[in-house]
């Protein structure tokens, strides 16, 4: 439908900037419907900003040809990755598998989320890609990886809408509800993203073992296909899930979202002791005179280097897990002795038995006639008088000090303040890699992060220092349960959730 060159773009008097220049072709530049689905395209993808998708520069018409002015990647697609690598003996990491599936995800995020007009709080458009593929997968030396080509993504307000019965999208990556032309949502996209790392992966679709139409559409909706694990057995356990989970036939038991996938192989990641960021897809592309190539020794070559970290790292976290467990129970010993030892009773103050009354002896009988004699009352000494108020004393004293059934319940550990235990600290960004800052704890690293901290508030501070975007929030870590944190550069908060 469109040829593209690479070009230069004039900002102003003297200054240039190098642009991908995407032309209409000739034979289909009198066709209103290729016209509408060109200015579709351009509609949808000029309101996309997002690090991990193709800006657009500029749309316009000249000498009756319809163009688009885009930022130029010097780069190659994952298809000619994948190829050359396999050509060689070589294949993509854990690690580059990892990457790629999360950064496509977090560049489909903006995608599903995009808004009508490209305003925050307007109607959403429920774009749906419907191509992504390692043909439309740009990755540049440094390691950035560009979702391209927006030409047959369909939104509700597109006016060039696809006739029923005619299915659009890439054979071989299509979702079965794509295949048998049904109303799509993000998660086609997400069935479409599982059969890319299946390629990448293995170096085949799930459906090239059949080789007719036919036979492929019929696997395809009736979800009959080798597993990754039998065609690729050498990967992370946990990959296979995610690729399995991605490739359901029922969209009901996939992902929901393509945020709900990102952080899955972010968990991943962590667990397998790899951070992933622009450096885990650097060195598969190169380039030299600005000529773009792939090198014959890529700097990852197998998926030794990242497994050789995965067990270092984990042996080290046992290491220091087992410290974590003798220093922990030492210092909770500690304070079981100390609390122990405060809160022992102290000896209740001796109290002096009051003395007997004196005993009054009775007057003698006196002789007929004489009157006779009262006995007198016995007097109570003062130390017994003095000794029963305090005694009285002690007792209202310990009247007022216990609670009532009916009043007040005292607060939880949580309300008041107390925190005891670890729980699970998550961040997750959107793009991926920003700066992660705790309170009292300092700097840790890009994101994703995922790590266990004792329990209590924390302000997390999230920053994009090439985009110059800087957010916080608060969370609470509490016991046994995991807090996550989302920054998103869009935005002006980061947002979190404990549960």
């Known amino acids: 439908m469109a040829e593209v060159y690479r070009a230069e773009q004039e900002l102003t008097t003297g200054i240039f900037r190098p642009a991908a220049l995407k032309v209409i072709r000739p034979e289909y530049a009198a066709s209103e419907d290729f016209r509408e689905m060109f200015l579709d395209e351009a509609r949808t993808a000029c309101t996309l900003s997002h690090p991990n998708i193709v800006h657009i520069y500029e749309v316009g018409e000249a000498e009756g040809l319809l163009y688009m002015g885009m930022e130029l ?4 697609s994952l298809a000619t ?22 950064f496509t995800c977090s560049a489909l995020e903006a995608v599903h989320a995009l808004k009508l007009g490209g305003s925050a709080t307007g109607e959403s458009l429920r774009l749906v890609h419907r191509d992504v593929s390692p043909q439309n997968l740009l990755l540049s030396p440094n390691g950035t990886l560009k979702l391209i080509d927006f030409g047959i993504a369909k939104a509700a307000s597109n006016r060039n809408l696809t006739n029923v019965g005619v299915t659009k999208g890439k054979a071989g990556y299509f979702s079965p509800e794509q295949a048998v032309g049904i109303p799509l949502d993000g998660r086609s996209d997400l069935f479409s993203l599982g059969v890319t790392l299946y390629k990448l992966a293995s170096g085949v679709t799930p459906f090239e073992e059949h080789h007719t139409h036919h036979d492929r559409h019929a696997a395809l909706v009736a979800g009959k296909w080798k597993p990754l694990k039998e065609v690729a057995p050498e990967l992370l356990p946990g990959f296979y899930t995610i690729v399995r989970k991605a490739l359901q036939v029922r969209r009901e038991d996939r992902y929901q979202s393509a945020a ?13 002791g790899i951070q992933i960021g622009q450096t885990s897809l650097a060195g598969y592309v190169e380039e030299r005179d600005g000529e773009v190539s792939i090198p014959n020794a890529p700097r990852h070559s197998g998926t030794h280097l990242a497994r050789r970290r995965t067990i270092e790292t984990q042996a080290r976290r046992e290491r220091n897990k087992s410290i974590a467990y003798i220093a ?14 405060a809160l022992r009773p102290s000896p209740a103050p001796a109290v002096q038995a009051p003395p007997p009354p004196p005993v009054v002896a009775a007057a003698p009988a006196p002789a007929p006639p004489a009157p006779a004699v009262t006995t007198p009352t016995a007097v109570v000494p003062p130390q017994a008088s003095s000794t029963t108020k305090a005694r009285a004393e002690r007792e209202g004293a ?22 005891s235990g670890e729980g699970k600290f998550r961040v997750g960004t959107v793009p991926p890699g920003g700066q992660v800052t705790v309170s009292g704890r300092g700097a840790m690293g890009e994101a994703p992060i995922s790590v266990t901290l004792p329990s209590g508030p924390y302000v997390v501070e999230i920053s994009w220092p090439d985009l110059h975007k800087k957010q916080t929030c608060s969370v609470k870590v509490l016991q046994d349960k995991t807090a996550r944190v989302k920054g998103d550069a869009q935005n002006e908060r980061c947002s979190s959730e404990t549960n």
């Open 328 to 341: 922990g129970g030492a210092a909770a010993l500690v304070v079981v002795l100390a609390a122990a030892f």
């Open 260 to 272: 709900e996938m990102r952080e899955e192989l972010e968990a991943l990641a962590y667990d397998a």
């Open 73 to 76: 990647v010097a780069g190659e």
């Open 398 to 419: 310990h009247k007022r000090a216990t609670p009532r059934g009916d009043g007040p319940k005292s607060a939880g550990p949580e309300e008041a303040g107390v925190f």
């Open 81 to 102: 990755v994948g190829k050359e690598l396999a050509q060689r003996g070589h294949k993509l990491t854990d690690e580059a598998l990892i990457a790629i599936g999360a």
